[in-house]
Nanobody, 121 residues
Framework: QVQLVESGGGLVQPGGSLRLSCAAS????????MGWYRQAPGKQRELVAG???????KYADSVKGRFTISRDNAKNTLYLQMISLKPEDTAVYYC???????????????WGQGTQVTVSS
């Protein structure tokens, strides 16, 4: 059974920090590249950071130098450390495989519930 459970979001002032976590089912975490995605109101969901099974990383230009993605393969857990947060980082953040996991039983891409990050003074 596919499971992606994001946590760690919240309200933070500009310049603040947050650490997001994602608990994933072993079946999809252990062999896949993983990523953090976000979707702001009225905008398309976008990949902001990705990490391969061996730890190679990639970042969207908008978050380079501020976000750090990491994974603990023993715990099937994905992390996103975010610093120097800006109001434009406000979005619902999701974790998923990279590319996103297609659930054949659902005939659609599977997404967890996400975690809300709000950057505001």
């Amino acid at each position: 059974q596919v499971q992606l459970v994001e946590s760690g979001g919240g309200l933070v002032q500009p310049g603040g920090s947050l650490r997001l976590s994602c608990a994933a089912s072993a079946g999809i975490f252990s062999i896949n590249a993983m990523g953090w995605y976000r979707q702001a109101p009225g905008k398309q969901r976008e990949l902001v950071a990705g990490i391969g099974w061996a730890g190679n990383t990639k970042y969207a230009d908008s978050v380079k130098g501020r976000f750090t993605i990491s994974r603990d393969n023993a715990k099937n857990t994905l992390y996103l450390q975010m610093i120097s947060l800006k109001p434009e980082d406000t979005a619902v953040y999701y974790c998923n495989t990279d590319p996103p996991y297609y659930a054949h039983s659902m005939r659609s891409v599977y997404w967890g519930q996400g975690t809300q990050v709000t950057v505001s003074s």
